[in-house]
């Protein structure tokens, strides 16, 4: 039986098909400009978790319970560990003052990339953990380190930063021209789109590639090429978005591959709970001021992981015999996230100091 990535040729084919068949439907539905309503964006997010628990019984039934316990506990943890990442997203719209309507395509768009760039570090991740129990401990010591940084950070630092000094933000400005105003769902204009959006916001400035109209010290703007695409704010919205998801990755791949070795599992899991981000995200806009527990409970998943990691490191040097097994990894996981969600509920005091603190701010 030939076999990919560890598993056979069928179970290859099975995950294609759900995850390509999934974001065809998922395209089908969203076509249009239209902010998504929280009882929509919490059927489709149910819809997502549906195709995942699909797969997931599929690897139980064709690959064995631990197999599935891998798949389950990789998918829980990449999908709370993206929460954090959501957030963000909700600050950067925020700050580029992008419409409701417009955000589900910048999240299709930003997703895209993020399932591209997870492959290429899922790759290379899961490449070096076969080096030995030594990159083992590597990787427990950078899950361990990214739990102590969430526990340091403020919580208040993505709503009051300043976005146009992101890396992204300069290096579109390097590269393109920008016309600073929204102009329908465009990430770039061509000539006859420039001309309209100039004729529709006449006092608005083309900002020309190289210029920082910031740090006029740093200007060095080029001229205009004949033909030459122009980005606007919406491009770099994603921009920001994109690269910001790159870093958060270097967090969340070595997490979960901590939780598993195999390539396929890991990826499965990874895009399969990225691909239902997109609806989480309206979901969890409508719900941040309740879950205020939720990031507690991830950092304890990740001295968890990290834990576990290192456990099994010193198990292949020592052999000391001790490991926690996948059904175990995943029932702390499942346990963990539950409890954050019903703390959150229960004791719901700091929400309401976050939410008056976030108004004191806008004013």
């Not at 995850?19 to 400009?33: E, K």
């Not at 968890?304 to 040097?317: E, Q, R, S």
Request: with cysteine; glycine share 6%.
């Amino acid at each position: 039986m030939n076999e990919h990535l560890g598993f056979p040729i069928e179970t290859v084919a099975v995950f294609v098909i759900l995850s390509v068949g999934a974001i065809a439907i998922d395209l089908f539905a969203h076509r249009d400009d239209k902010p998504m309503s929280l009882k929509s964006a919490s059927l489709w997010s149910v819809f997502w978790i549906l195709v995942s628990l699909a797969f997931g019984v599929f690897l139980w039934f064709h690959h064995g319970s631990e197999m599935a316990s891998l798949f389950f506990t990789g998918y829980a943890l990449e999908k709370v560990l993206s929460v954090d990442n959501l957030f963000l997203m909700m600050a950067v719209f925020a700050w580029f003052k992008v419409p409701d309507g417009l955000r589900h395509r910048v999240l299709y768009w930003g997703i895209m990339g993020a399932i591209v760039f997870r492959m290429i570090f899922v790759a290379i991740g899961t490449g070096l953990l076969a080096l030995g129990p030594y990159v083992e401990l590597v990787f427990a010591l950078i899950v361990g380190w990214t739990a102590v940084m969430m526990l340091k950070q403020d919580d208040g630092d993505d709503e009051n930063e300043d976005y146009s000094e992101h890396l992204a933000y300069r290096w579109v400005h390097k590269f393109f021209p920008v016309f600073p105003r929204l102009y329908g769902h465009n990430f770039f204009l061509n000539a006859t789109e420039l001309q309209k959006a100039r004729e529709t916001y006449p006092d608005v400035k083309l900002e020309l590639a190289g210029e920082d109209v910031k740090h006029p010290e740093n200007s060095h703007p080029s001229p205009m090429k004949k033909g030459q695409l122009v980005a606007t704010p919406l491009f770099l919205c994603l921009a920001v978005i994109e690269l910001s998801d790159v870093m958060f990755a270097f967090d969340s791949v070595p997490a979960v591959i901590a939780v598993s070795k195999e390539p396929l599992i890991v990826y499965s899991a990874m895009m399969f709970a990225i691909l239902g981000l997109r609806t989480l995200y309206f979901v969890l806009e409508a719900l941040k001021g309740y879950l205020v527990h939720l990031e507690k409970a991830v950092i304890v998943l990740l001295f968890f992981i990290a834990f576990k990691l290192g456990l099994a490191a010193t198990n292949h040097l020592f052999h000391h015999g001790f490991e926690i097994s996948p059904n175990e990894s995943l029932v702390v996981v499942l346990v963990v996230l539950t409890l954050g969600v019903v703390a959150s509920f229960i004791f719901p005091e700091k929400a309401e100091d976050k939410t008056s603190q976030s108004d004191t701010s806008e004013k």
